[in-house]
């Protein structure tokens, strides 16, 4: 939300630009909907319609209504967000966050932007846009300010103004000193036309704080839950006047020591309140009927004609717990337009019970310290906004599953024993909550419930899961580089409690990550974690636990993983648990390890350094295959590599392949070598390289059992053949050759190989970075063959014999 300036700039220049005077109206609140207004309903702005843009933003113009400008401490003044006191002006050019990463700002001859500057974000080719900017690291003190200009052009005071937008991070600089969002209002009886001059209001409520400055340098989703934030409040007893305007601006302060991260707004929704009545807080007055209503705060004035008017807020005043406010067995219905229910006004614990029988049918908001308690187990409510202090709480002491309805949280709580599902995606702000040890678990179905950062569980200790992974759905939560441990009580089923427990330390090594476990491991999975083939069963739990992170590299997380003894394979030894993790298509391999008591009938077991992620398993051997490895080597021999391995013992073993790599990342297969199947006895194995690499190489075995499981054995690491001059090996050979070099001598032309007679039978290019040059000449007849190389030192002629 800023314009970067560097400290270069002339004030003059500064001095002589000049804001825009737009055209164009601010959005009027009307006493009916027209086309461009709402009427007395939610005034909405979700930035998308910069999509595909690449423009001068004129404010109050460009999006009418919405301002994009900024100030500096050092000359005054106020500008648009595309002028600059040198050089070209600035598009709003689309962002994903990745401009974060230049350092200095700048502009293209055609205006585009790059570096610290406005932007609309959003990933890259979608129409979800946000509205906001890149803070530069070395400017001028100043402030950026997206403003949104308002008027009551009704005939009514719009007695409450709600508030609602989200901030979203696109780029993390890690500064934190001034990665604040600010918003404030300004009203006045004549146009507001600048987001700067005049006396402006602070809303602190509405103040929220970037959210993944912990995190790694870089680019951020910030549509994703982990980088966005929610903020919601009633100005409430403003009194907009009929013919009165108000602006709220949202601002981002920037200098040379605070600012770097890419912070926007999106999804302003605005809602002003003129028809208000309030409920009688007496437990015997019904919420359904009209009498129980009025204009005043304490229940009493002016009732509702219906419930059927336009326009109309209904807030909830009801102290004790399950107090039955709705008539049993009927629905409770506001159909008008632009009208709901807000339960609570904010200011004093307030309730709303939903019985058994019980039903609404409207939008229910949940002001802070309200609490939304629902009993009804089929219930179809919908909830509209939920402050971070309010709790939804549902109760079900019966043994049919509840069904929790899809939406953003402040509080979840579960109350008495029975089962929940998800109806649909769950984000938890502040807390989920659960009151007995025996509480039923939560099966996620296919949706993800995700606790967002700071959001814990609170509840007695459990020896069952809490969330069922029964589909493709994942409990999602942060860990922070803080070293502490960060609990997932996740199971396949609610009989099998296989916890996951991630932690790491470091700055910058914030993520959000997911977990899901599903029934039994496997020799192979496809890229949607399901198992292929055969469930393995042989000395190894029989879980399989799916772990991803939001955004993949910078982890180093401990992994911590629990298990029901009952879950292990019959031959499972505890005592040498190791977790497990299938990559590049395979299990890897990790030294052994003992498993620890987690409570009665249960064990865990820790692995640390992990960087890479899903799906992770726990096993007793140092790979889930029956095959015990206790020796593998390879070492130079003449002109080969010699490899050796020895087993303890194999059990349906298949084959071993040799494969060689120069970086230990990309392998290449040798050779394969059959196994002995099953044997209890030592059993010697050995495979040559004959066309080693001249350099170091890594070498390791590819274990595969007649079942198709795979395993890997530790990598080796063969130092490189040292030469002190061009030599080329294996010599003699039978049609294979190398011609190697000494570190740091290049070739400077090409390499030519003549036979005795002086004929010209193979001529290769020079690669200057090559330490080897290979070359074939297993065509050619059995005799002597010169090779000619110049390098820096010279020409050279060296003698080779194939056989």
Request: proline share 4%; net charge neutral; with cysteine.
């Amino acid at each position: 939300m800023m314009q970067t300036f560097t400290s270069s700039l002339g004030m003059a220049a500064l001095l002589c630009l000049s804001a825009a005077t737009a055209s164009h109206a601010q959005y009027t609140f009307a006493d009916a909907p027209t086309t461009a207004s709402a009427g007395l309903g939610a005034y909405r702005q979700n930035f998308d319609g910069l999509a595909g843009t690449n423009t001068y933003f004129q404010s109050n113009n460009t999006l009418p209504g919405v301002y994009a400008r900024y100030t500096l401490n050092v000359v005054g003044g106020e500008y648009e967000s595309y002028q600059r006191g040198w050089g070209t002006s600035a598009r709003l050019s689309p962002d994903n966050g990745s401009e974060g990463t230049a350092s200095q700002s700048s502009v293209d001859n055609n205006g585009t932007a790059h570096g610290p500057a406005w932007y609309h974000f959003g990933s890259a080719g979608s129409p979800d846009r946000a509205l906001g900017g890149i803070a530069g690291t070395a400017t001028w003190d100043g402030q950026g300010y997206v403003g949104i200009r308002l008027k009551n052009g009704s005939t009514k005071v719009i007695t409450n103004l709600e508030v609602e937008y989200a901030m979203e991070q696109w780029y993390n600089s890690s500064r934190t000193q001034a990665a604040t969002v600010t918003v404030e209002y300004r009203r006045s009886t004549a146009a507001i036309t600048s987001v700067f001059d005049g006396r402006w209001t602070a809303i602190s409520a509405l103040n929220v704080a970037a959210p993944s400055t912990s995190a790694a340098i870089a680019p951020r989703d910030g549509n994703a839950a982990t980088n966005r934030r929610v903020m919601h409040t009633t100005l409430s007893g403003l009194n907009l006047r009929v013919g009165e305007e108000i602006m709220l601006r949202f601002g981002y302060a920037f200098n040379s020591a605070s600012n770097g991260n890419g912070l926007s707004i999106d999804d302003v929704v605005i809602t002003p309140q003129t028809n208000i009545f309030y409920s009688a807080d007496d437990d015997s007055k019904k919420l359904d009927s009209k009498s129980s209503w009025g204009t005043n705060t304490d229940g009493t004035g002016t009732a509702p004609a219906n419930f059927a008017a336009d326009n109309c807020t209904y807030y909830v005043q009801c102290k004790n717990k399950k107090a039955k406010r709705l008539t049993s067995g009927t629905t409770w219905v506001i159909t008008g337009l632009n009208s709901k229910i807000i339960v609570g006004d904010g200011s004093k614990k307030s309730t709303l019970y939903v019985g058994p029988n019980d039903d609404i049918q409207g939008t229910i908001d949940v002001s802070d310290q309200a609490t939304l308690e629902i009993e009804h187990l089929a219930n179809t409510l919908t909830l509209g906004s939920l402050h971070d202090g309010s709790t939804v709480e549902y109760i079900n002491a019966g043994t049919m599953a509840q069904r929790i309805s899809a939406g953003s949280y402040g509080n979840l709580a579960l109350a008495d024993d029975g089962p929940r599902t998800l109806a649909g995606p769950v984000l938890v702000r502040s807390g989920l909550a659960y009151e007995k040890p025996a509480t039923a678990s939560v099966l996620l179905n296919n949706y993800d419930l995700q606790l967002q950062k700071d959001a814990d569980f609170s509840g007695p200790a459990r020896t069952a899961p809490l969330l069922v992974t029964n589909g493709t759905g994942s409990l999602v939560r942060t860990v922070s580089g803080d070293g502490v441990g960060v609990l997932f009580p996740v199971g396949a089923s609610a009989t099998s409690y296989t916890p996951a427990t991630l932690s790491q330390s470091g700055s910058g090594l914030e993520d959000a990550y997911s977990v899901r476990v599903i029934d039994n491991m496997y020799a192979s999975y496809t890229a949607a974690g399901i198992g292929v083939g055969t469930p393995i069963t042989n000395q190894n739990v029989k879980k399989t636990w799916l772990v991803e992170e939001e955004v993949p590299g910078n982890s180093n997380v401990t992994m911590t993983l629990q298990w029901p003894a009952a879950e292990a394979a019959s031959n499972f030894l505890s005592t040498k648990a190791h977790i497990s993790h299938y990559t590049n298509g395979t299990w890897d391999t990790t030294p052994l390890a003992s498993a620890s008591g987690a409570g009665a009938g249960a064990n865990k077991v820790s692995r640390a350094g992990i960087r890479s992620f899903s799906p992770f398993g726990v096993s007793s051997r140092a790979n889930p295959l029956p095959v015990e490895l206790t020796a593998f080597t390879a070492r130079r021999v003449s002109a080969a590599v010699a490899c050796a391995w020895t087993t303890a013992s194999e059990r349906n073993s298949h084959d071993f392949a040799v494969e060689r790599s120069r970086d230990g990342e990309i392998f290449e297969t040798l050779g394969t070598v059959a196994a002995a199947g099953t044997s209890s006895s030592a059993t010697v194995y050995g495979f040559r390289d004959q066309q080693p690499l001249p350099g170091r190489a890594y070498y390791r075995l590819r274990q595969t059992d007649v079942d198709g499981a795979v395993a890997y054995s530790p990598l080796v690491l063969v130092a490189g053949a040292e030469v002190a001059a061009p030599t080329v090996v294996p010599n003699p050979g039978t049609g294979a050759f190398a011609l190697l070099l000494p570190e740091g001598l290049a070739l400077t032309g090409p390499v030519v190989v003549r036979n005795v007679l002086g004929a010209e039978v193979l001529r290769l290019p020079a690669a200057a970075t090559a330490d080897a040059v290979r070359f074939e000449l297993g065509g050619q007849p059995a005799g002597v063959y010169l090779v000619q190389l110049e390098t820096a030192a010279g020409r050279r002629c060296l003698r080779i014999i194939k056989q």
